[in-house]
């Protein structure tokens, strides 16, 4: 971010990818979270950190951004993973489901639960639409009305066994193909103690 400013609504992503050994795949995710559709660096977007594991062959990029950006930040990362990522052939020690695998959103500063579970199921929807075969699964407060918990949907999903996901009905788009694997989004913390 630029500097802070008194009102501004913030919000973050810690974007999950199954990336880590090819740090130019990675790096080119996380530049598409910066710009905008011109082309052009986005003012109030700004990536914090990249960590990545090179064993589990995962990365976790950190976006920050005005509740207004951020989804949009955020889609345009995750287009890039899908076209990147291909499930097919990814190893790692880390239990994963797909090239965009989790993304949690949390609210940072002047943003409620309420506006942070809105972008995350609008991001859902867009992505449904630009990605085919990308099936979603929700969580938290995109999941409406049930807001089951990371944890349950785990359970459901037999999130830390590597399994043919086509039989899985997923909660926006179509069954799961092989090349974009499950995306689980979007879990919104109200307190450190809620995970």
């Known amino acids: 971010m630029s500097s802070c400013r008194v009102g501004l609504h913030l919000a973050a992503c810690l974007l999950n990818i199954s990336e880590a050994r090819k740090k130019s795949i990675v790096e080119n995710i996380a530049k598409a979270a910066l710009l905008e559709r011109n082309g052009q660096r986005h003012p109030e977007v700004s990536v914090l950190n990249v960590f990545s594991d090179p064993e589990y062959n995962r990365s976790v990029i950190t976006i920050a951004a005005s509740i207004d950006e951020l989804g949009n ?6 287009l890039e993973a899908f076209q990147s990522i291909d499930m097919e052939v990814q190893e790692g020690i880390h239990p994963c489901l797909g090239a965009v695998d989790l993304i949690p959103i949390y609210p940072l500063s002047g943003v409620g639960v309420e ?12 992505l449904v639409l630009s990605v085919p075969g990308c099936s ?9 009305p049930e807001k089951r918990p990371l944890v349950q949907r785990r359970k459901q999903l037999g999130w ?11 909660d926006l788009g179509a069954a799961p193909a092989r ?3 499950l995306t689980v989004t979007l879990r919104l913390f109200k307190q450190a ?3």
């Open 193 to 195: 103690r809620d995970k």
């Open 115 to 126: 506006e942070c579970g809105a972008v995350a199921r609008s991001l859902a929807e867009n």
């Open 160 to 170: 830390f066994t590597r399994r043919d996901f086509s039989t899985l009905k997923s």
């Open 73 to 78: 930040s955020v889609l345009a990362a995750c």
């Open 179 to 181: 090349r974009c694997g």
């Open 136 to 144: 979603v699964f929700l969580f938290g407060e995109a999941d409406l």
